[in-house]
């Protein structure tokens, strides 16, 4: 990967292991595995976080329950056929590991460009949201699809931006339960994740609160 690939996307969270690492795939001889991490907020809530995290880097190291763990790397996307449809899944994807114990314990940065309209609104409380997506570049001709929302201020600057321009946040990746309503009427409870921003700004230009 290049030197502007490992720039433009660069993800850091820390918390306590949830589920122990289980086989996901296969690359070339590489075995991936999956696990999830409970990351504090700053208030009393946590953020289940997935993470994917290849047998190389773990080495002999097998993370358990309730270990404190940190991951640096970047997110990742990719699609899977659930129900007919295709779903976006997001996944923190592990470049290093340590213990957890230094630095911000959630931290997404990412330079990438605005590949649908954003949506800027008000709730009946009056605050203001705006939904974006960005396409972060990879090497190969791949690109990471990130959902963000961008909250008061700058949810109204986020809400100007165009298809195709090229944008840098800054915010933590949160998780966020909702309701899916099934084809037969009923309801089942699932989880999304997005890049909750706190500040944005038009690539090369140095990122703020508006």
Not at 98 to 118: M, S
Request: aromatic content about 10%.
């Amino acid at each position: 990967m290049g030197y502007e690939q490992m720039q433009n996307n660069r993800a850091y969270v820390a918390g306590t292991v949830t589920s122990e690492p289980v086989f996901s795939h296969e690359v070339l001889g590489e075995r991936f595995y999956d696990l999830t991490l409970d990351v504090k907020r700053l208030s009393d809530r946590s953020d289940t976080l997935p993470v994917t995290v290849s047998d190389r880097l773990l080495g002999d190291f097998r993370p358990e329950i309730g270990d404190r763990l940190g991951v640096s790397g970047q997110l990742r996307s990719y699609n899977k056929q659930c129900e007919g449809r295709s779903k976006l899944i997001i996944r923190v994807f592990a470049r290093e590991l340590d213990d957890g114990e230094g630095g911000v314990p959630n931290r997404i940065e990412l330079e990438g460009y605005v590949c649908k309209p954003p949506v800027y609104r008000v709730t009946p409380f009056g605050r203001e949201i705006c939904d974006m997506l960005l396409a972060v570049n990879r090497a190969y001709n791949k690109s990471d699809y990130i959902p963000a929302i961008v909250w008061g201020r700058n949810a109204k600057y986020a809400g100007e931006f165009a298809v195709g321009d090229r944008v840098s946040v800054t915010g933590r990746l949160q998780s966020r339960i909702y309701q899916k309503t099934l084809p037969d009427g009923s309801t089942e409870e699932r989880v999304a994740y997005e890049v909750s921003v706190s500040q944005i700004c038009a690539a090369g230009e140095r990122a703020g609160d508006f």
